[in-house]
């Protein structure tokens, strides 16, 4: 029986950790590619939560169903914020970047502040209850859809990169600034594609969270730290590595709150996050900076 | 010693420091209870500010956790004042190398397994969460109950426990203020100063000048981390209750960094002037959003980010540098 009840909350927090790896995934491509680490992630997150939240309560939209609209939706803000805001800082220190993200996070959260109040939102499905047995795991139905619909948006987006004329192109921005400059390539137009395609894989994630926890406007900062943590621990600017980290941090931190107290599972993944850093800084797939 | 402390300030800067401190020195008997509080807070991050500054602007190496520095100084003076009522003074004694370690521990590992830039950043964070999470647990302090300092109705101050009214704090928090600044400035003119302004600009250009780099920037994480955990101190005293998810809150750790991003990084001054715009700026919005009867959860921090965005946009160097060459006060060499 024990066994049971860990193997049940291991693939419980496999789930939950592809969809975290899909958040990640958006950040990693775009510090892959633009080099800025993008410190307003979760906050766009809980804006998609949130517009999931709208169109289910007032229009009974299923958020499995409006991801790709959301996904839409977050991919303009990207952009805009790419082109309107972040180019002019491409070439600017760190500390100069991190300031205006956080700027555009403190935006962020309070205008949700402002619209939905403090108390948390959450979104009754008609299968919010139902589950799937397999053999003795039995798994949250929602989890199951979540995870099922971050490993699509996950591959359509490895598709994009590997397979399409723009995909590829922007992997060459990413590989030499300079020569895709020379071959003509116009890399502030790539650049904000780029953030607006890591802003709708974190749409596409925010929408399917909903349907696993209850979201507030102060998640924003929390789940922004995570996609750090998940990007380090798989590696920055990989995109395997991206949803390697997530299913790698879901699992620790469901494991860590059955074993100890709830309360206490990020701290394993701060002290995964910790020992990463100090022993492959380059992140577990990633590749080593000369 | 003095001559560092007097040489390359051009006399118009020595009158408006003069009067600039003069005007804080009688400050208090002018204005009202709550405007004295605005200033201790003003102080209070000009204070932690200049000592942020250190690490980020003078060596370069950008920590987005100071809280950790702030939480373990507060926590370590509190716990032996509450506990052995041991008195702030000699708790700093405690205090201090506690941060000191805690930041030599951190230094160490980004240093020695070269943990740079970006990475270093997240890592400074992850410390400072990993203490957060870590104290929630602790029941020595509290946990995630809160902490607490006795309180009493003090009718007479008591400088040795720092127990009194806001106004011995103020002079406390000024006195710290005008300490960091003197050092900061002599620091900046010493031998070291100059080696970590070469390791900020080019850390491989330093190395090849034969500068240990590796040990400057050590001192720099722990000469920060020792100032910051003094302001920890004061925060325990001054405030009588710790919440791990406030001290050590990312939040905190960001808030401290602002005034010397706004300011002006690097720069002696910027950690004060910044300290004063976004909290003097902060409490203004509060005041017109409560006159104008617009007084929602959230509304004030929108404007505050709005201004923090125009002025990274527009003054990317910050606003002292940019002061300095409108009011001709550049140094002279």
Known sequence: ?290 | MISRLTQGVPKRGWILLAMLLIALLVAPRFVNDYLLTVLILILYFAYTGQAWNIMMGFAGQLSLGHAIYVGLGAYTAAALYVHFGVGPWIGLLAAVPVAMACGAIIGFLAFRFGVAGVYFAILTIAFAEFARIGFDHIRYTGGSAGFFLPVAQYTTNDLWNLRGKPVMFYYVILALTVAAFMFCHVLLRSRIGYFWLAIREDEEAARALGIDTFRYKMIAVVISAGMTAVAGVFFAFYYNNLFPEQVFHISRSIELILAPIIGGIGTLFGPILGAFLLTGLSEAVTEVLHAIGFDFPGAKQVFYGICLLIVVVALPDGIWPWLVRRLGLERRP
């Open chain 1, 1 to 290: 029986m024990p066994v049971d009840i860990y193997l049940n909350v291991a693939v419980s927090g496999l789930l939950t950790g592809l969809v975290y790896g899909l958040m990640a995934l958006g950040l990693s491509v775009i510090f892959g590619v633009v080099r800025v680490v993008n410190f307003a992630h979760g906050e766009m997150m809980t804006i998609a939560m949130y517009l999931a939240i709208v169109l289910f309560s007032a229009f009974k939209l299923d958020p499995l169903v409006m991801m790709v609209p959301i996904a839409g939706v977050l991919f303009a803000l990207g952009y805009v914020m790419q082109a309107g805001l972040i180019n002019p800082f491409v070439d600017r220190p760190e500390h100069s970047q991190f300031m205006l993200l956080v700027a555009v996070a403190i935006i962020m959260v309070n205008v949700l502040l402002l619209l939905f109040g403090p108390d948390a939102r959450s979104v009754q499905t008609s299968y919010a209850f139902d589950s799937f047995a397999f053999g003795r795991i039995i798994v949250d139905a929602t989890k199951v859809y979540a995870a099922g619909a971050a490993i699509v948006v996950s591959a359509a987006l490895f598709a994009f990169f590997k397979f399409s004329h723009v995909g590829k192109a922007i992997r060459a921005c990413a590989d030499n600034y300079t020569g895709a400059l020379v071959v003509g390539l116009d890399v502030k137009q790539l650049y904000a594609l780029t953030f607006g395609l890591g802003a709708a894989c974190v749409g596409a994630a925010g929408s399917m969270l909903v349907l696993i926890i209850d979201v507030t406007p102060p998640l924003g900062p929390q789940y922004t730290l995570l996609a750090f943590v998940i990007v380090i621990v798989g590696g920055l600017g990989s995109m395997p590595g991206a949803l390697l980290g997530g299913v790698l941090i879901g699992m620790t931190e469901a494991l860590a709150g059955l074993l100890f107290t709830p309360s206490a599972k990020s701290m394993f993944a701060f002290a995964i996050l910790v020992l990463v850093l100090l022993f492959r800084p380059q992140g577990i797939m990633g590749k080593r900076a000369s």
